[in-house]
């Protein structure tokens, strides 16, 4: 029983890290360039629902309305304003610009929010069914719900629209796709905006849980970093799955002497701290003995 | 005379180098024109500066007697310049039936119906129509890449090098739908190094050497010419 809770919990935390890095690789495969912003945005996300919350006075799920609408702007302008201008330059300016825009955005949130760590509003209510042994918080089942809605629409846009079909050609080959008719820079800039509205939620699903503060933005970057490396740089069910993995890592890591009890005496080992080294330390050794990430790219030149 | 393709006098730089230099062309609606020349020759260059890939310096391209030179790519191939790359280019994660949906611009049903089209002119591709473009041979890849460029039922078609490496028979099969795609009204201006085979089925040619044009004229007559016989096809 405590091995399904903790595949819940896994699952309902792996959903919401899946959006971060699943908005990081669209933008990643749409310019080749790592938006270092990516964090950022899940926080702005997270003190938008707080915003809307205060403001309407709604639950979480409602609030996602408007947050997606807010934030598939911040996506825009966050193109014209760090991609844009600088797009013919090698990639790392790209870098560059968008740790900034990070920057501007995290000290933004504290001017206006303060530095104490918030929380949002519930997704529908608070409380949980009992099932068996088992704890289902209606947060976590609608953490999980909203998420894994938003991937299948992704999905769904991505293969069964013109639009989609158009973004995912702009990515693979930008001057082929403009010599077809497409407009590519407004799919570029409609790529942060989807990278940004998936952020965006994910900083509304998270913040609930795990509060928001201005400075969270490194944190959930470097989460969707480790996932898009562990997927396999680019591959988007790779961010998914990496994502996953990351969570399923962080629940798992302090419950192990309660799984296990060979494991017990040594409890005190299993804090956060130590999650944080052997994780990084098993993502070391993945990358050692497979540097292409764990899921190979599902685009190969062909030999 | 009537053109859907007029180039007067282009020159355009790659880097620092002159790439093409008082460059002029013509193509008439329907006309398919060869455009024969060793590699380097600056024939890709003068396909991307039609479709707005590279830009002239100066001169001034016209489409449909309407100057085309300052817009961007897109515009172009809205307005019904159709563009062929060479080394095919297939979008390689995007399925074939994707590959050419996505370059249609009409309703649903129109693009069922061009889809369709494409795969009667290569029925080849048809049998793959699920498969991602990167797991396409070589000669299937032109072919798709071919019916990606007819998919916005373009006046004008850049064909460049389609030939390159494939194998004389699938070089035979790809060249040898020009005809077809020309009886349709559209018009082609084909790159080509393999110069008999793409005399065979073209009415003009062009020759260019080191970005300029060193002859022109009805294909029959340069195929017979010395000069381009001794540069082209081999004495």
């Not at chain 1, 809605?149 to 001057?175: E, K, S």
């Not at chain 2, 062009?206 to 381009?228: F, I, M, N």
Request: net charge positive.
């Amino acid at each position: 029983m405590l091995a399904l809770q903790l595949l819940f919990n896994a699952i309902a935390l792996g959903a919401a890290y899946a959006l971060v890095a699943l908005g990081f690789v669209l933008i990643l495969n749409a310019t080749s360039a790592v938006n270092f912003a990516q964090g950022d945005l899940v926080m702005v996300g997270g003190f938008g629902a707080l915003a809307f919350g205060s403001l309407l006075g709604l639950p979480g799920i409602v609030l996602l309305v408007p947050l997606l609408v807010v934030m598939i702007g911040i996506g825009f302008l966050l193109a014209f304003v760090a991609y844009f201008p600088v797009r013919k330059r090698p990639p790392d300016t790209v870098f560059i610009t968008t740790i900034a825009a990070g920057i501007i955005m995290s000290n933004g949130a504290n001017a206006i929010f303060g530095p104490e760590p918030r929380a949002t509003p519930s997704l529908v209510s608070s409380g949980d069914w009992q099932i068996g042994g088992l704890v289902v918080s209606y947060q976590s089942a609608a953490v999980i719900i909203v998420a894994a809605a938003l991937i299948v629409g992704l999905h769904l846009l991505f293969t069964r629209t013109q639009i989609g079909r158009r973004l995912r050609a702009t990515a693979q080959d930008r001057d082929v796709a403009a010599s077809i008719g497409i407009p590519v820079n407004l799919m570029v800039a409609a790529t942060f905006a989807v990278g940004a509205a998936l952020a965006g939620a994910a900083g509304l699903l998270l913040s609930r849980n795990f509060f928001v503060s201005p400075t969270d933005g490194a944190n959930y970057m470097l989460k969707a970093y480790i996932a898009v490396t562990l997927g396999g740089w680019g591959s988007i069910p790779g961010a998914v799955i990496g994502a996953l993995i990351i969570a399923a890592f962080e629940v798992a890591f302090p419950a192990l002497p309660a799984l296990i009890p060979a494991l017990a005496p040594y409890a005190e080992a299993f804090t956060q701290v130590w999650s944080t080294v052997v994780l990084y330390v098993l993502i070391l050794l993945i990358l050692w003995q497979r540097p292409q990430g764990l899921f190979g790219e599902a685009v190969r030149a062909r030999p | 005379m009537n053109t859907v393709l007029d180039i007067e006098q282009i020159e355009v730089r790659y880097g620092g180098v002159t790439a093409l230099r008082d460059v002029s062309l013509k193509v008439a609606p329907g006309q398919a024109v060869a455009l024969l020349g060793a590699n380097g020759a600056g024939k890709s260059t003068l396909l991307k500066t039609v479709i707005g890939l590279m830009r002239a310096r100066t001169g001034d391209v016209r489409f449909d007697g309407r100057s085309i030179a300052t817009l961007p790519p897109q515009r172009r191939a809205r307005l019904g310049v159709g563009y062929c790359p060479e080394g095919r280019r297939t979008f390689p994660g995007l399925q074939v039936r994707e590959n050419l949906m996505v370059a249609c611009w009409e309703g649903r049903a129109e693009r069922e119906r061009r889809v369709e089209e494409m795969f009667s002119l290569f029925p080849a591709l048809r049998q793959k129509a699920d498969h991602l473009a990167w797991q396409l041979s070589g000669g299937q890849q032109q072919m798709l890449a071919i019916g990606r460029s007819l998919m916005g039922r373009p006046r004008l078609l850049l064909l460049d090098e389609p030939s390159l490496g494939l194998s004389p028979v699938l070089t035979d099969e790809v060249i040898g739908r020009i005809p077809a795609i020309k009886q349709t009204g559209t018009a082609i201006l084909l790159a080509e190094q393999n110069a008999a085979k793409a005399l065979a089925v073209c009415d003009h040619a062009y020759v260019l050497q080191t970005g300029k044009v060193v002859g022109a004229g009805p294909a029959g007559e340069l195929a017979r010419s010395a000069d381009v016989r001794k540069a082209f096809l081999g004495g």
